[in-house]
C-alpha cells in the first residue's frame, strides 16, 4: 500500500499499490528525497501515516509494510524541511517501537547533524524545545511548509470524497474549484513571525 498526501484515502492506496517501494520494486518516477525511517515492525502504514501527520511532517509519499522493518517516505527537496522532520523523528515512539532516521540519502545536503546517542534526548530542553538550535527563519519556513500542507489536505478531501445532489451531481464548495490557490482550501499569507523570538510564544500543534 501506499499514501500521498495528494490521495488520504485508504481505497486509493490500495489502488496505487503498484506504487511500492520494496526491494524490488521502486517507484517509476517519484519526486523528491528517499529517505527511510527504521525500526518499525510490525507498524503498519496508516499508523505511521497518522504519526508523521501528528507531527505536521511535510512528507510527499510514504510506502509501508506492515511486516517490513523500515519505511520509505519522499520529502521535499528542501533542506530545511528534511533538517527538522529528521529532529522531530528520530529517537520518537510510536506504539513501542523507537524510530530510526536514515538520512545517508542526504550528505550532499550537508544537513549538519551530529551522531549522538539517545542520552541527549533526556535532556529537560530537547524534550521541551527540540527545535531550540535551529535557527528562527528556518523555523518559520518548516512551519509555513507544514501548514501549506495542511491547506492542500482539506481540498483534496473535498475533492476525493464529495458530496452528491439527488441527480447524482458532485457538489464542490467553491474553494475547491479555485484555480489561483495553487490546490490551497483559502489564500495562505505565509507564518508572520513572532516580535519578541527569544521569549515566550505559541506553540502550532
Partial sequence: ???????????KRAADSNDLNTDTKRPREQAGRLILLKGLGGINQEVLQNHLDK????????????KQDSASVWFPEDKVVIKISYILLDSTKI??????????????????LENKDNDWRKSLLKQITPLHEIPYTDQLHFKSEM?????????????SEPFFDEEGTVILPPWAKRQDLAGLCCPFDGVHKSPSP??????NE
Fill in 95 to 112: 506504539r513501542g517501537c523507537t524510530i530510526s532516521v536514515d538520512v545517508s540519502s542526504c550528505e550532499d545536503l550537508d544537513l549538519g
Fill in 55 to 66: 507531527l505536521g511532517i511535510p512528507f510527499l509519499k510514504l510506502s509501508k509494510q506492515k
Fill in 198 to 203: 527569544n521569549h515566550y510564544r505559541n506553540k
Fill in 147 to 159: 501548514l501549506r500542507g495542511s491547506l492542500k489536505k482539506l481540498t483534496i478531501r473535498a475533492k
Fill in 1 to 11: 500500500a501506499t499514501a500521498e498526501i495528494a490521495q488520504p484515502e485508504s481505497r
